[in-house]
């Protein structure tokens, strides 16, 4: 069972609004990922990050941001959503195993 | 460009059948390829990870195959069972790419009583 956890799992807001997603893990990984995945369809990365104070962007273009202050959090931030972010947004971290925590899914209205 | 294919799409079968799942990947040089299990709404789940030297390897009722030199990996699924209905995501890892992980698009497994 992998330590690694997100909150809030479910998030409805208002265009314009700014919100943060949380992750955490108590596995003492380096390296963390945030992943973006509409329904039905596959992962793509949009930031990672492989200890404190290192973070890169991804592969997929994301207006998001992240930090890395402790090893043990990587929240992702959006300073005003809009119905184009919504998703399911997966944290990840990593030492040789990946593991994924359980997904928010954003709905912006 | 570094890529990972799966088949099918999407597959039904009876409760209690046996079904393959196929990946091909373009990754080079490689490192290792994941197999992971996402239900609906969840974070996926590591079922199999296999490096270069590795041919099989399983997991319970999952049985992970991997060639090397055609590149290609299957997921094997024994006697399957209703709560095997999920999207089954082939990853692979190249040596340059320590931080980033090759994800394909999945076969979405539905297995039916």
């Known amino acids: 069972e992998a330590d690694i956890y997100q909150t809030p799992r479910y998030l409805v807001i208002g265009t314009g609004k700014k919100i943060t997603l949380e992750c955490s893990q108590t596995?003492?990984?380096?390296?963390m990922y945030w992943y973006q995945q509409d329904p039905g369809m596959e992962l793509h990365l949009i930031h990672y990050?492989?200890?404190?104070?290192?973070?890169e962007k991804g592969d997929l273009s994301s207006e998001s941001t992240v930090s890395r202050i402790r090893t043990e959090h990587f929240p992702l931030t959006l300073e005003s959503a809009r119905p184009s972010h919504t998703s399911q947004y997966l944290c990840?971290?990593?030492?040789?195993?990946?593991?994924f925590g359980p997904g928010t899914r954003l709905t912006v209205t | 460009k570094n890529q990972v294919e799966q088949s099918p799409q999407s597959l039904i079968i009876l409760e209690g059948k046996n079904c393959t799942l196929q990946?091909?990947?373009?990754?080079?040089?490689?490192?290792?390829l994941r197999w992971y299990k996402q239900d609906t709404g969840r974070g996926p789940v590591s079922l199999t990870i296999?490096?270069?030297?590795?041919n099989t390897k399983s997991n319970g009722r999952y049985t992970a195959t991997l060639d090397a030199d055609t590149k290609q990996s299957s997921l094997h699924i024994t006697a399957s069972q209703l709560s095997d209905s999920a999207s089954y995501i082939c990853?692979?890892?190249?040596?340059?790419?320590?931080?980033?992980?090759?994800f394909g698009s999945g076969t979405r497994l539905l297995v039916r009583p």
């Open positions: 990840a971290s990593r030492a040789h195993e990946q593991y």
């Open positions: 596995m003492g990984h380096d390296k």
């Open positions: 990050s492989y200890g404190v104070n290192s973070t």
């Open positions: 990946c091909n990947y373009t990754v080079s040089p490689f490192s290792n």
């Open positions: 296999m490096t270069f030297s590795e």
């Open positions: 990853v692979v890892s190249g040596v340059d790419s320590s931080y980033k992980l090759i």
